[in-house]
């Protein structure tokens, strides 16, 4: 099945940004000082409240993509099922002939 890049393509900026935001929260993280606990519990409260809505944007463009999967499929059946009505008829117009 083939792989719908165009929306792929829309979709890598969005995934990109918030990869390299998480990715310069860690680096930052750890480059402080080592806080208290309730500082540093807090931190991670949010790095985790961060990771959870990118999961939920990455699993709502998961299920974008399945149902642009799942639409192609469905379009392929049918040109499939029109070709080989369109076979059937060409065959018995030549026979016919």
Same mark, same amino acid.
């Given at each position: 099945?083939?792989?719908?890049?165009?929306?792929?393509?829309?979709?890598?900026?969005?995934? @990109?940004?918030?990869?390299?935001? @998480?990715?310069?929260?860690?680096?930052?993280?750890?480059?402080?000082?080592?806080?208290?606990?309730?500082?540093?519990?807090?931190?991670?409260?949010?790095?985790?409240?961060?990771?959870?809505?990118?999961?939920?944007? @990455?699993?709502?463009?998961?299920?974008?993509?399945?149902?642009?999967?799942?639409?192609?499929?469905?379009?392929?059946?049918?040109?499939?099922?029109?070709?080989?009505?369109?076979?059937?008829?060409?065959?018995?117009?030549?026979? @016919?002939?």
């Amino acid at each position: 099945m083939p792989v719908p890049w165009v929306q792929l393509i829309k979709l890598a900026p969005t995934i @990109l940004s918030l990869t390299n935001d @998480l990715r310069r929260r860690a680096r930052r993280l750890g480059k402080q000082p080592q806080a208290g606990a309730d500082a540093r519990l807090q931190e991670l409260e949010t790095d985790l409240a961060q990771q959870a809505e990118g999961l939920h944007l @990455l699993a709502r463009q998961v299920e974008g993509l399945t149902e642009a999967a799942t639409a192609l499929r469905r379009s392929l059946l049918v040109a499939l099922g029109l070709g080989c009505g369109a076979l059937l008829l060409a065959l018995a117009a030549l026979f @016919l002939v």
